[in-house]
């Protein structure tokens, strides 16, 4: 069995301070510098990691700084292009962008975006290969949709094509 991973609490513990005060500190905000030096100091030594999920669920916004990339073919050298550049755009934010591929099956897009949306991402940007987009309706609501190459079917939503 693994090693549990080291908590904000381990790292409370082993620097003599607060939850609170290591909570400022892993979250950009410094406060006093000798508090903020004996957390640093601590969650080097534990090497914690922030827990991006937990952090996501405190927040007011929920935002979880991920974009969702849903492509037809992730194979394919057109598709491997517009991810290097969404990937760019994404890291400028802070974003992470997590991809899929559909493979062309209108089943595996619909369980995809299923799962993609129930990871919360901020936004999910999807190649359709269904002939029925309509399944999105409801997650429109929750997730901003933006269709890439080929437009939506049966739904109303922002889409980004090339020129004919």
């Given at each position: 069995?693994?090693?549990?991973?080291?908590?904000?609490?381990?790292v409370?513990?082993?620097a003599?301070?607060?939850?609170?005060t290591?909570?400022?500190?892993?979250?950009?905000?410094?406060?006093?510098?000798?508090l903020?030096?004996k957390?640093?100091?601590?969650?080097?030594?534990?090497?914690?990691e922030?827990?991006?999920?937990?952090?996501?669920?405190?927040?007011?916004?929920?935002?979880?700084?991920s974009?969702?990339?849903?492509?037809?073919?992730?194979?394919?050298?057109?598709?491997a292009?517009v991810?290097?550049?969404?990937?760019d755009?994404?890291?400028t934010h802070?974003?992470?962008?997590?991809?899929?591929?559909?493979?062309?099956?209108p089943?595996?897009?619909?369980?995809?975006a299923?799962t993609l949306?129930a990871?919360?991402?901020?936004?999910?940007?999807?190649?359709?290969?269904?002939?029925?987009?309509s399944?999105?309706?409801?997650?429109?609501?929750?997730?901003?949709?933006?269709?890439?190459?080929?437009?939506?079917r049966?739904l109303?939503?922002?889409?980004i094509?090339?020129?004919?």
């Open positions: 069995m693994a090693d549990r991973r080291p908590t904000m609490k381990d409370a513990t082993l003599g301070v607060s939850l609170s290591v909570s400022r500190v892993v979250n950009g905000d410094p406060g006093r510098p000798d903020a030096k957390v640093l100091d601590a969650v080097e030594l534990l090497g914690y922030r827990d991006l999920t937990a952090s996501t669920l405190r927040r007011a916004d929920r935002a979880s700084g974009i969702g990339l849903l492509l037809s073919d992730v194979g394919n050298p057109f598709f292009s991810l290097r550049g969404i990937e755009v994404a890291r802070s974003s992470m962008t997590i991809v899929a591929s559909s493979d062309e099956d089943d595996r897009e619909r369980a995809l299923a949306t990871r919360r991402v901020d936004g999910l940007i999807i190649v359709p290969t269904g002939a029925d987009n399944y999105l309706q409801g997650r429109r609501a929750h997730v901003p949709l933006v269709f890439f190459d080929r437009p939506p049966y109303d939503a922002d889409a094509r090339a020129p004919p």
